[in-house]
């Protein structure tokens, strides 16, 4: 195992109805002035965002807001949010949405405590953050993690780039959590989500560095309870309770609790598929898992005994008579059975895009470029490497 830090310093208010209590937390994180931020509309046609509207009046919290946060949220829409903040002294930024909109409102945190800085720069890695407003959330949408998680990404739409950075400062003070806000999502984005948080707990699972049982177990357990409940929600999407597992698996998958002890994960199937959400503007969870079959069968010899363990713990594959490739191999594809049962794609034609050879390229130069020059645990995976990962995920 490797030494590790672990920290999690966001509140949570998890069930029923605990919206409600948005006002209160936000003075008790110092807010006085709220830029509330949400989606593309279903914060407004729902009427959540008109009771959380009421809720701060009622608190006598002054609050102006910005919709319109499109999925892989754009860096214009930060920029807007930065002027519209900065010209109305906001101090908190409340997100009201899914991942896109807790990352969007991370980006416009990070921009208005530092306005003399460009925001982009920061997912450039030309310099770090060392100022934050806080953020508080009260979720939408399960899959991202966001909610908890140290990390923002965010898509610049002029030059179709897709960049992520990491900050202890990025982490939200509060995540409010309300199953019951989450079903009425469509059945695509529910079983998108779910593919994310599998993602997000496998990219710390799937190392050559080393791991803990303790973690192993955890993340094992999550992966299991993920899958079960994807197929509940999938005949049944207005399951409270499998919703609210799945709300919780998300949170925890992605704020570093499944990372603990290892050599800080893989990541290379995440970075693989900014590039695709970048140029086509896919759906990040269903590009995750158009690409991770290919990502398996490429690194699975250099790390054959996580996978032999995630097939007989996770997947549950019979291993009598088999060797060691023959289970690794089983567990991929039952994985990948699972995403095709919930309706997501397991290969680019699949997801519906074609990228030419020369797109391939810019993809693998750009990979390459934002990640120093290579990425993964699983194995490293070089310029060469990522060419050769996307044209066998065609």
């Known amino acids: 195992m490797h030494n590790f830090e672990y920290y999690t310093p966001t509140r949570i208010i998890f069930g029923r109805g605990a919206e409600k209590c948005v006002g209160d937390m936000i003075k008790r994180y110092g807010g006085k002035r709220v830029l509330i931020h949400y989606g593309m509309g279903s914060a407004v046609r729902s009427g959540l965002l008109a009771r959380v509207k009421h809720i701060l009046d009622e608190a006598g919290l002054f609050h102006v807001e910005l919709g319109g946060v499109v999925p892989n949220p754009h860096l214009d829409k930060v920029r807007t949010g930065f002027a519209q903040g900065t010209l109305n002294q906001v101090d908190f930024i409340l997100a009201v949405g899914g ?233 991929i594809e039952s994985l990948e059975s699972f995403f095709r049962k919930i309706g997501m794609p397991t290969n680019l034609s699949e997801l519906g895009i074609n990228p030419t050879d020369e797109q391939i390229k810019e993809m693998a130069e750009s990979c390459e470029k934002a990640t120093g020059g290579s990425i993964g645990s699983a194995k490293r995976l070089y310029f060469d490497d990522m060419i050769n990962i996307y044209e066998m995920a065609r």
């Not at 690194?299 to 289970?327: H, W």
Request: proline share 3%; aromatic share 8%.
């Open 99 to 331: 991942g896109s909109v807790i990352d969007s409102a991370k980006a416009i945190a990070f921009a208005i405590a530092e306005p003399k800085e460009d925001i982009w720069e920061l997912f450039e890695r030309k310099r770090n953050a060392k100022a934050s407003l806080p953020v508080g959330s009260i979720l939408t949408i399960s899959g991202a993690g966001s909610e908890m998680s140290r990390n923002v990404v965010i898509t610049n739409e002029q030059t179709k780039k897709t960049r992520g950075f990491g900050d202890a400062l990025a982490r939200p003070k509060f995540a409010i959590m309300n199953p019951e806000l989450t079903i009425t999502l469509p059945d695509y984005q529910t079983a998108a989500g779910c593919v994310d948080i599998i993602m997000h707990t496998m990219e710390r699972y799937f190392t050559s560095g080393g791991n803990m049982e303790i973690t192993d177990a955890i993340a094992e357990g999550l992966l299991r309870t993920v899958m079960r409940n994807a197929n509940i929600l999938r005949l049944n999407p207005k399951n409270y309770h499998a919703r609210a597992e799945i709300m919780w698996s998300s949170s925890l998958a992605h704020n570093g609790l499944t990372g603990c002890g290892n050599d800080g994960g893989d990541f290379a199937t995440h970075n693989l598929e900014y590039e695709l959400s970048g140029m086509f503007n896919v759906t990040h969870g269903a590009g995750l898992s158009a690409i991770w079959g290919s990502w398996a069968r490429y690194v699975y010899k250099s790390c054959t005994p996580r996978f032999v363990q995630f097939a007989t713990n996770v997947m549950e594959i019979a291993t009598t008579g088999l060797n060691d490739d023959e289970i690794a191999l089983r567990g």
